[in-house]
């Protein structure tokens, strides 16, 4: 069944995700690069074949159009004649031909679902899908209550079907002559600050509840003004989170807002869109001679912690098109001493981002001035903290920037898991100028008997004395090894995609399960 999504036509300024993310996965050829691609699209060319008009497509009309020299794919309704993107899709061709001249939305949602392909293939857009009997967005059954006033009744829910519906978390709401405190009941028992979410702007009020693999929001467009600060408390047993508004004026409110349109909804997290807040550039200091520590400040009227080994997705606009790409946000430095659960800085987050020559994105990153803002998304990614916490061993490896899930992870690992005996970086660079806080890596193994640190160059200069060569079985059955015979192990990897790949094939060959293997991945 095709998706038709039930928006104004064309699309509009939508809640907008990524663009081409990540290295490409196939060698693209010269001039094919992400910014030749918006420059092509600027040039005033037809690229759909329709010089500029949009049609209705039925289905029948789409499913001709499956070839790569003439290829049509349909995305949440709309129908994109993507022939001319062909040699610049980072994926290849052939991913791209898997979708030809049928609905690709659920396979574009698997593999890069953050992608902004609103904004990078606006001028492909041939037209709408001739409208078939609506899909309704998947597993939400009720819409009915929409525009219904929050009065202190609570309107329908958009529900789950089955048993989900248990899990659907409601909301309740009373005011104080100074104070609103809005009441989510989660039904988790194992709340905590990272799976709520908060951002009110003027009075717009959106707050997310992670729940699993779900999410819950609540998105009102509240009565009246309310200060820019907030306070938010989460009764992490009982699964409460109370969110506490200060009125601007001291006036009795009748109800608490206008809903919105996603407002009390409970859906899988990969259905929800991506939502973005403005954060200010405050700090930009040097790590090595092309990588820099970037530090963010949230808004004050934000509530955001990114889960360690999650990433989040900065949002520019570069050359008139917005470009997405995901960064894992890092700690400011390496914590030596892991007696205590470190006091986290709620406000700031901090990127670890290698500037490339030519790199699109993080050029127009490097010319971000303090002060500045860049859009930043809420968290994703799949690494779930229980995985490291009944290993007795873990092992990262690294590649380049492929670092920074570790920091936190390190961080987490040293501090709170007590069953670890083993903690080994296996830490993969082209040069000794290339390694990311080495000094803090070589003090850390020092003030902790559990940390082991081992460097691998890809191309050192003539007086490395150290490990040298690329990722390989041999290499890897050298220095990963369980401490005991039958010990439980994590084995966590992250760095370019061949890395990756062929890192998780060498421990896979290793006799290593699924299980023991984390890669990380956009
Ligand atoms: P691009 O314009 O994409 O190119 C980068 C460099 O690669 C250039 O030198 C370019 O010439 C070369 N290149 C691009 N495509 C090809 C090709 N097909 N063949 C050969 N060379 C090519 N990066 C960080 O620095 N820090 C992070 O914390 C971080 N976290 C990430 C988290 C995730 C989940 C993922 C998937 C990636 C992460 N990255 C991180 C990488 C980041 O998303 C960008 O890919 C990176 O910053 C490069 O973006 P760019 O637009 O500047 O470079
Ligand atoms: P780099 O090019 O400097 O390479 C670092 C090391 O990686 C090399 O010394 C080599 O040992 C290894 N390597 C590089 N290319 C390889 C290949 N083709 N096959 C096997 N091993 C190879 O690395 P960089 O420029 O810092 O890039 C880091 C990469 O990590 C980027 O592609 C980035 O997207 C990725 N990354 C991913 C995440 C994530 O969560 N998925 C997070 C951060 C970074």
Redesign the pocket.
């Known amino acids: 069944m095709l998706n038709v999504p039930p928006q104004a036509f064309p699309a509009p300024s939508s809640q907008q995700r990524a663009a081409a993310g990540?290295?490409a996965k196939v060698p693209l050829k010269p001039g094919r690069s992400l910014m030749d691609w918006i420059r092509l699209t600027k040039s005033g060319k037809d690229m759909t074949g329709l010089k500029g008009r949009l049609i209705e497509v039925t289905e029948d009309e789409l499913a001709k159009h499956n070839k790569k020299e003439d290829c049509w794919i349909c995305i949440r309704g709309f129908v994109y004649n993507v022939t001319p993107y062909m040699e610049y899709h980072p994926g290849g061709e052939d991913e791209l031909m898997k979708a030809a001249g049928t609905d690709g939305t659920d396979l574009f949602d698997q593999v890069h679902r953050w992608v902004n392909y609103e904004s990078m293939l606006k001028e492909c857009l041939v037209g709408r899908m001739a409208v078939k009997p609506i899909a309704a967005p998947k597993e939400i059954t009720s819409v009915c209550e929409e525009k219904k006033q929050l009065n202190g009744m609570l309107p329908e829910k958009k529900v789950l079907s089955g048993a989900s519906k248990d899990l659907t978390p409601s909301y309740d709401w009373f005011q104080t002559d100074s104070l609103i405190t809005i009441v989510i009941y989660t039904k988790q028992k194992d709340m905590n600050a990272e799976l709520v979410i908060l951002d009110h702007e003027d009075k717009r009020l959106r707050g997310e509840i992670i729940v699993d693999d779900y999410s819950y929001l609540l998105e009102v467009d509240l009565d009246h003004a309310v200060e820019e600060d907030m306070a938010v408390n989460i009764a992490e047993k009982v699964g409460k989170v109370e969110i506490i508004l200060k009125k601007k004026d001291n006036v009795h409110w009748k109800i608490l807002g206008q809903p919105l349109e996603s407002h009390n909804t409970f859906m899988k997290r990969t259905d929800r869109g991506l939502f973005y807040r403005k954060c200010k550039l405050v700090l930009k200091t040097e790590v090595t001679h092309d990588?820099k520590l970037f530090c963010l400040l949230l808004p004050e009227s934000t509530h955001l912690r990114v889960p360690t080994g999650q990433?989040v997705y900065l949002k520019q606009i570069i050359a008139g098109t917005e470009v997405v790409k995901?960064?894992?946000p890092v700690l400011p430095f390496l914590p030596l001493d892991f007696k205590e659960p470190s006091c986290h800085d709620s406000a700031h987050i901090y990127l670890m981002i290698?500037i490339?020559s030519c790199g699109l994105f993080t050029q127009a990153l490097d010319h971000l001035q303090i002060g500045d803002c860049i859009s930043v998304s809420n968290p994703e990614?799949s690494f779930k903290k229980s995985q490291v916490q009944t290993s007795e061993d873990l092992f990262l490896l690294a590649?380049?920037?492929?670092?920074?899930?570790m920091v936190k992870l390190l961080n987490f690992a040293l501090t709170e898991v007590s069953c670890l005996r083993t903690v080994k970086l296996i830490f993969?660079?082209?040069t000794e100028d290339?390694i990311l806080w080495r000094n803090q890596l070589e003090q850390l193994a020092l003030k902790d008997q559990r940390f082991e640190i081992q460097f691998?160059?890809?191309?050192p200069k003539k007086d490395w004395v150290g490990k040298q060569?690329?990722?390989s079985s041999s290499l890897l059955s050298e220095f990963v090894k369980r401490s005991r015979k039958d010990s439980k192990v994590l084995i966590c990897i992250?760095?370019?995609?061949?890395?990756?790949e062929?890192g998780v094939q060498y421990l896979k060959d290793l006799g290593y399960s699924q299980e023991e293997v984390h890669?990380?991945?956009?």
């Open positions: 990540g290295r990588t990433h995901p960064y894992t290698k490339y990614g590649a380049g920037t492929g670092f920074t899930p993969f660079n082209r290339d691998i160059l890809s191309q060569g690329m990722i992250c760095g370019p995609t061949p890395f990756t062929q890669p990380f991945t956009a």
